[in-house]
């Protein structure tokens, strides 16, 4: 395999820490860039120092609303806040960093000649009457709500893809990202798995909104990252769906973090959120016919690592 040089946006983020240390572990020359407003380097761990003194990792602090000029053979964009809590916080700054952040790297694309993978959200399906979303339903989204910034943020990101795609023959890729869990995952971000683990390690009642009965489909990062790999590698635009299309509700999701920690949970109901989808599973047809692509870790198995990680990171 030929080395590469790779620019991960968004690279010190949850998703992004990972995808860099699978893509630096294969050989390649790796450029993580991070405004770090929901990334930190802490995520690297103990080999960030290693990583560094190789010669073949770099960590460059930019805001992409700004331009940034940069050779590079490809580029994997995830730079933008991804939980209600982050994103909400500002979201006019969300939606310049969906909007601008995508205009430059397809800039950046078009002057180097890279390759450019976004990372889309299951978000764009909004809450969906077509179930489950396949990548041509063209979803149910509020475009003046609170989740809007995001929501439609990533379809106009996508717009700008295809838009450059057609009109300048750029190499792109489009990958819509289902719900994704693990290590590295911020404390308290709003995500349902966050927050249920913290709250039950806390030995906190689980907050659960609604009646609990809404659904979610769950994917360990690992197995988010091989998708994002096999989509870069491969000769298919998009979008593609990524994620674990086995649907749980949330009160099952509390049974299974209940079992993982071996006693009973307190369980206190909230309203629901403005605009929270009721069901969300992707289809994966595309994603296992085009990329040969199939999710492997059980949720068993990536609760037991995600809790083994944030008692870590409570006690830190």
Known sequence: MSR?????TGGAGFIGSHLCHRLFNEGHHVICLDNCFTGSLDNFGDRYGEMIQSGRFEFIRHDITEPITIEVDEIFHLACPASPVHYQYNPVKTIKTNVMGTYHMLGLCKRVGSKLLLASTSEVYGDPQVHPQPEDYWGNVNPIGIRSCYDEGKRVAETLMFDYHRQHKLAIRVARI????????????????????CQALRGEALTVYGEGEQTRSFCYVSDLVNGLCRLMDGNETGPINLGNDKEISLLEL????EAAIGRPLEIIHKPLPQDDPVRRRPDLTRARTLLGYEPKVSLDEGIAKTIAYFKQAIER
Request: net charge positive; proline share 3%.
């Open 254 to 257: 509390v049974k299974a973090i």
């Open 4 to 8: 590469k040089t790779i620019l991960v």
């Open 178 to 197: 289902f719900n994704t869990y693990g290590p590295n995952m911020s404390i308290d971000d709003g995500r349902v798995m966050s927050n249920f683990i």
